[in-house]
């Protein structure tokens, strides 16, 4: 229903707006004209519903992939603290037991709640995340991320909710524990586990098209630049200090923070 031009010498009350009505006879269309003053509650009313509706949108499902290096040669090492926040995660959080391949959601996953129940930060993730670490080598992880991502959106097509993708992973440029949000699409920063998901994602066409979260935590860098230095730093085994560090409640709260304030 659209508001006819009117010229500046028209008053309120000349102003009227018509919409058509067919008849059952003839099939003709008859004009039916409606007043602004009739008009502008509907109008009035229609705009609050409207803003109801957008901020009473539930927030959207997660799916956060972590990326590591699975076999035992790699595990524990620096560059596998995505895998290790992960599992911090799950434990904090109390989901089913996590293990690579399989992907696993909260008893709590999917529930309808208004959006302004008390719920805590925790209690939020729960509701809305399912976690999955990546059984490949870090390097070439964009294809298996992929292909779970997808699996994922099959059987949560019917919870009529947006879904987000969100990877996490480890962060040389980032203090030991801090943890770092960026959007997806930008620079990897030489990191190929982020690039190999990219590149996944681009190889989907308009599909692969949507956003995406990463979460960097922090495992700091070499004093070197050179690439055998920060390819020896990544791969060695955490220290007992470091291992205390990125499974610690700390970096665990930080990562359920930053996935609360996804779609809030």
Not at 72 to 98: D, E, F, I, N
Not at 189 to 198: D, F, L, P, T
Not at 223 to 243: C, F, I, Q, Y
Request: charge should be positive; hydrophobic fraction near 35%; proline fraction near 6%.
């Amino acid at each position: 229903m659209g508001r006819r031009k009117t010229s500046p010498r028209e008053s309120a009350e000349d102003r009227q707006i018509s919409r058509p009505r067919q008849t059952k006879q003839e099939g003709a269309l008859n004009e039916v004209e409606i007043s602004t003053t009739q008009l502008t509650p509907l109008l009035r009313d229609a705009t609050l519903l409207s803003v109801q509706q957008y901020t009473m949108a539930p927030k959207p499902l997660l799916f956060v992939a972590s990326l590591g290096n699975p076999t035992s040669t790699y595990a524990h090492t620096l560059h596998s603290a995505g895998h290790t926040a992960l599992k911090s995660l799950a434990l904090r959080l109390r989901y089913p037991s996590l293990s690579p391949r399989s992907s696993v959601s909260h008893p709590s996953f999917g529930r309808s709640l208004p959006p302004d129940s008390d719920l805590s930060p925790s209690e939020d993730v729960a509701s809305r995340a399912t976690l999955w670490m990546s059984p490949v080598l870090m390097n070439v992880s964009g294809p298996a991320v992929i292909r779970a991502w997808k699996s994922w959106l099959a059987t949560t097509e019917d919870k009529g909710r947006e879904r987000k993708l969100v990877i996490v992973h480890d962060e040389l440029e980032a203090a030991l524990g801090a943890v770092k949000v960026r959007a997806g699409s930008l620079s990897a920063r030489g990191h190929n586990g982020i690039k190999s998901v990219q590149g996944a994602l681009k190889g989907m066409g308009a599909a692969g098209r949507q956003e995406f979260f990463r979460i960097g935590v922090g495992i700091s860098r070499p004093a070197g630049r050179e690439k055998d230095e920060v390819s020896n730093w990544v791969l060695r085994k955490m220290t007992p200090n470091e291992a205390e560090v990125l499974e610690g409640e700390e970096v665990t709260g930080r990562v359920v923070d930053v996935l609360s304030r996804i779609g809030a």
